[in-house]
């Protein structure tokens, strides 16, 4: 239950111009914060935001209406703003508005003995806060030699050190690379553990939805709607209103649950890891066959079904592999081919008088065979369209077999996403940390398209926040992909396929000499650029994975 003690900051009716009546930057503005709360402050640029922090803080002082701080009305004299200030700090959107001092020690002791407080005192708050937030390497350091990053953490220790209630970040991660918005992202974690209220503007709408206990929309100067974050941006009208789009995590949980794939009744899930365990938690029967007993002895066979390619050369080390691969782990088993593309099977037909069974054919040439018990394994990297087909095709043939079972694809669980992302970084282990691997995978309308992001999302929860997956179909797209790169500055973009096969994607829309291929758009940007061509299938971690998914399916 809300007290009156528990609100620390409130703003009642208030107004601001910066051209006196002509427009209004605060237009009746009120709201109320609560003590130890994290405040995302969103909207359009203009709505108000930065206007509100400068009131907050005594910079600029309301042409109407009353700011209150402990309930008492702020005093705008000398006395006043200096008490104000002690316990109120703000860090700005470009940190050079915020840093005077010669040298990074002077910059943080300036405020705390501004306060009154003995040099020694002063000198444990600074030495703690420089540990705290890692500036020991950079302490004696001009204010104006620093890093973007660096300077972004001297404008917060400057804050800390005085020991605020309130602290206003302006855009706090703006113009970072990953690398030092995932450590101011993680001092501010540090900061809402020791009870101080955080209030920060920000256009992340993904990371608002995690973070933040209370959303406030700004709109035309005041507060369009404010609440959790589940009900802020469960408002389409009011995110349309302020410019702001849906949180990725919460556009694909919805999309699962309207095609009925989730459950609507599941708590909405936080961040994209729940949302891929709520997908690796859906059961399904991997197991059937016809109810009639048709066979006095068993007869086993494997159906490796994938979707093909018309490049002999990546055929042979990746598809081909795989089934090796199988047939070494199930010697005693029958193995068949089948692959879903019928444009690929008639072009190798065509060309080179080869065919490939469809999978219907498959099925006709094992019961053919005498086949008792078949185990089905895709290659596929989701469980999408193409798997859908497979299996509906597979299963039309279940009234003639004693069993059909189904191993999965090879993104199935979490566990899975793990492995791949090991499987990964086994194959490229000269990756530096500065330069940027970029996986292109195929991409699909069909729901499970959600695993790409979920493991774009994985490989830097892990620590592998160099190593970014997209895809050419669908999200994320070449223009997500190219925005994070750019954020994280690499000095060499390598592109490799996230697919079974090297096949026409890779030589053509990754590595090609056209102007739309992923190669040309990273050069065009002023990356040097290099293409390893190297299919899914070649990595000996991925086949090992389809393995055991096939040993999986076998033993149900």
């Not at 239950?1 to 409130?10: C, E, G, H, S």
């Amino acid at each position: 239950m809300r007290t009156n003690d528990d609100i620390i900051l409130k703003a009642e009716d208030l107004y601001f111009s910066y051209d006196g009546e002509a427009s209004h930057s605060l237009n009746g503005l009120s709201l109320e914060i609560r003590r130890g709360q994290k405040i995302a402050f969103m909207g359009a640029n203009g709505s108000g935001k930065s206007t509100f922090f400068l009131c907050c803080t005594g910079i600029h002082k309301p042409q109407s209406g009353t700011l209150y701080f402990h309930g008492k009305e702020i005093s705008y004299t000398k006395k006043g703003l200096l008490d104000l200030r002690s316990r109120v700090g703000i860090v700005f959107q470009d940190p050079d508005r915020q840093l005077f001092s010669a040298s990074v020690y002077q910059e943080i002791s300036f405020g705390i003995l501004n306060l009154g407080v003995s040099e020694d005192e002063a000198r444990r708050e600074v030495e703690h806060v420089i540990e705290t937030l890692e500036i020991t390497p950079f302490r004696h350091k001009p204010t104006h030699a620093l890093s973007g990053g660096q300077k972004k953490q001297v404008s917060i220790a400057d804050i800390l050190v005085m020991h605020p209630e309130i602290i206003i970040l302006d855009e706090p991660a703006a113009a970072l690379d990953p690398k030092h918005t995932a450590m101011v992202n993680q001092i501010v974690d540090q900061m809402t553990e020791n009870g101080i209220t955080v209030l920060m503007a920000t256009h992340d709408v993904n990371y608002a939805y995690q973070w933040a206990d209370e959303v406030m929309l700004f709109h035309e100067g005041k507060v369009l709607m404010h609440g959790t974050p589940s009900q802020v941006f469960g408002n389409q009208a009011a995110l349309h209103a302020t410019n702001l789009e849906k949180p990725a995590v919460l556009e694909l949980f919805e999309s699962l649950c309207k095609k009925g794939i989730l459950k609507a009744s599941l708590p909405l899930p936080k961040d994209l890891h729940t949302l891929e365990s709520y997908i690796a938690d859906i059961k399904t029967n991997p197991h059937y066959g016809g109810k009639k007993t048709l066979f006095t002895e068993t007869k086993k066979a494997i159906l490796a079904v994938s979707f093909g390619t018309s490049h002999n050369d990546t055929r042979e080390v990746t598809i081909d592999a795989i089934e090796r691969d199988m047939q070494n782990a199930f010697p005693d088993y029958k193995l068949y081919r089948a692959w879903t593309s019928k444009m690929i099977i008639k072009k190798l037909k065509s060309r080179d008088n080869i065919h490939v069974h469809t999978v219907k054919e498959a099925m006709e040439q094992i019961l053919a065979d005498g086949i008792t018990d078949v185990v089905v394994q895709p290659t596929h990297v989701i469980n999408g369209i193409e798997n859908d087909l497979m299996k509906e095709d597979v299963l039309s043939f279940r009234e003639n077999f004693h069993s059909i079972s189904f191993g999965a694809p090879l993104l199935t669980s979490e566990q899975d996403s793990l492995q791949v992302i090991q499987a990964v970084v086994e194959e490229f282990p000269d990756l530096k940390q500065e330069e940027a691997l970029v996986l292109m995978g195929h991409g699909t309308t069909h729901y499970a398209n959600s695993i790409y992001a979920a493991l774009d999302y994985t490989f830097k929860d892990k620590g592998h926040k160099n190593i970014f997956l997209g895809t050419v179909e669908a999200y994320p797209s070449m223009e997500t992909l190219m925005k994070m790169v750019k954020d994280y500055h690499p000095s060499k973009v390598i592109l490799a396929p996230f697919m079974i096969v090297a096949g026409d994607h890779a030589k053509n829309d990754m590595a090609g000499d056209d102007p739309d291929s992923w190669y040309s758009q990273f050069a065009a940007a002023g990356f040097e650029v290099e293409a390893a061509l190297k299919g899914l299938g070649e990595y000996p971690g991925i086949r090992r994975l389809l393995v055991e998914h096939l040993k999986a399916a076998d033993s149900e």
